[in-house]
């Protein structure tokens, strides 16, 4: 009987930490989601991009999200391997609908972002 509860409450210990554990995780999560939002509306503010650069900029990424999904689906190669490749196109897709100005700014904001993360 003893070790009946004690198994038992080796079990709601293990629930207990799986519980938080995924608590954790999904605040990391919203967290990462605020700063890639934050980083969007403050590269948007930053670049001036017009209504036409946001739809198509849009409309790329949202292509990325498909892509990527039938990636997650297909996991015949490496998934890391192919999620890398079709983050690199989307991103050259994106440059394309910038301006060489915006360009520019984008790769001094990129730069910046890398350094400080270096110092820290």
């Known amino acids: 009987m003893n070790s009946l ?9 293990f629930v207990m930490l799986t519980i938080m554990a995924l608590f954790n995780t999904g605040q990391l999560l ?5 700063a890639v939002r934050y980083t969007n509306w ?29 990636v997650m689906q297909n996991t015949q190669q490496s998934m890391e391997e192919k999620s890398l ?16 100005d915006q360009q520019k700014i984008l ?6 972002m890398i350094f400080s993360e270096m110092v820290e």
């Open 5 to 13: 509860t004690n198994l038992r409450e080796a079990f709601l210990v």
């Open 30 to 34: 919203e967290a990462r989601q605020i």
């Open 42 to 70: 403050e590269l948007t503010q930053l670049l001036q991009l017009d209504k036409k650069q946001l739809e198509r900029i849009h409309n790329i990424h949202v292509l990325y999200e498909r892509k990527l999904s039938n």
């Open 85 to 100: 490749a079709l983050l690199r196109e989307r991103n050259n897709y994106i440059m394309e609908v910038l301006n060489d």
């Open 107 to 112: 790769y001094t904001y990129c730069t910046d």
